[in-house]
């Protein structure tokens, strides 16, 4: 029996219809900055008030706060992004939407655009972390 036949006799068989619609309630939070920071700091970022002691600064377009990612968006090279070992991220206080689907409206993209929420980390398959590998080991988030 050919596949296309077996696929049509599944098909007149099934009686029961999943529901595919999805009915998605936009989440709002009661302090956008709040909810911003402790994502951040869950992900492994620090909030700091200087940037010193930070190989290079960059600055975000917007923040979102349902994951603590800041959407960083330049011509710049991507070395940018990838080879530093602590990287500084500046911030307005007042560029934090509440989720991604928000961030969506805002999203363009110059050459090279990324969402960054933290240090750089990877596991292996044993489970192991490690931390920098595909980019910084310490990120900040210098608020304007």
Partial sequence: MSKKKILEKIKKNITFRVD?????????FDNKLDTFIDNFKKAGGEIVSTTQDFDIVLNAAFGVAENGA???????ERKDYTFYESIVIVLDKENIVHTM?????FIE???FALFMC????????????????HGA?????LFQ
């Avoid at 595919?20 to 709002?28: E, L």
């Avoid at 800041?70 to 710049?76: I, V």
Wanted: glycine fraction near 6%.
């Fill in 137 to 141: 080991k310490r990120v900040g988030i």
């Fill in 101 to 105: 689907e928000e961030a969506m409206n």
């Fill in 20 to 28: 595919k619609s999805v009915n998605y309630t936009s989440t709002k």
């Fill in 70 to 76: 800041c959407f960083l968006n330049s011509a710049k």
């Fill in 118 to 133: 933290g240090p750089s980390k990877t596991a292996d398959i044993e489970q192991c972390l490690v931390i920098g590998v």
């Fill in 109 to 111: 993209i110059d050459d």
